[in-house]
């Protein structure tokens, strides 16, 4: 009897505890308005792969060209190392999809005073990278990054309108 407790109570426990996390992080999210620029980002998780490498997360770069016309880059980020860089912003939830946000020109500017806190960093590198983090957590450092050919697409909107896509390979 004893022994069955204590296994509910570490269920419990755990569950909460994960649910914890996963807070941190649904709290920082964004929805998208624009459903083409949704389904374009779906689309690119649909059909860009990135062979052997297993653990991959689309990303979003925002860059305001002008007052009436916005790119948004879209790639994949393949480590942990990615937010050593690239000060995300907020994160956009698509389906299950957690999709940080950097905003290009503010990103490394004195003048931009939004970040997301460390802890939902370390939240989202804790569900979405468990390994990196775990070797992180044992050598204070991320294994290095994996290597693979870049597939960015650039969408171009005005006006709210979708006018061009750009695909890059690198």
Request: net charge negative; hydrophobic share 40%.
């Amino acid at each position: 009897m004893v022994r069955i407790s204590y296994s509910i109570l570490f269920f419990l426990v755990f569950c909460c505890s994960c649910k914890g996390q996963n807070a941190s992080i649904e709290n920082s999210t964004l929805t998208i308005n624009n459903k083409v620029l949704e389904m374009e980002i779906i689309r690119y998780v649909e059909t860009v792969k990135t062979p052997n490498i297993k653990t991959k997360y689309p990303y979003i770069t925002i860059n305001n060209l002008v007052a009436d016309t916005v790119e948004y880059q879209i790639n994949y980020l393949l480590s942990p190392q990615f937010f050593e860089y690239h000060p995300v912003a907020f994160f956009v939830k698509i389906d299950s999809l957690v999709v940080p946000v950097e905003i290009m020109g503010m990103m490394f500017n004195d003048e931009f005073h939004f970040k997301l806190k460390k802890d939902v960093i370390d939240d989202f590198i804790r569900l979405f990278f468990p390994e990196e983090y775990n070797y992180f957590q044992n050598n204070n450092d991320y294994p290095p990054p994996p290597t693979s050919r870049e597939v960015v697409w650039i969408l171009t909107f005005k006006k709210g309108k979708f006018i061009e896509k750009q695909v890059i390979i690198n």
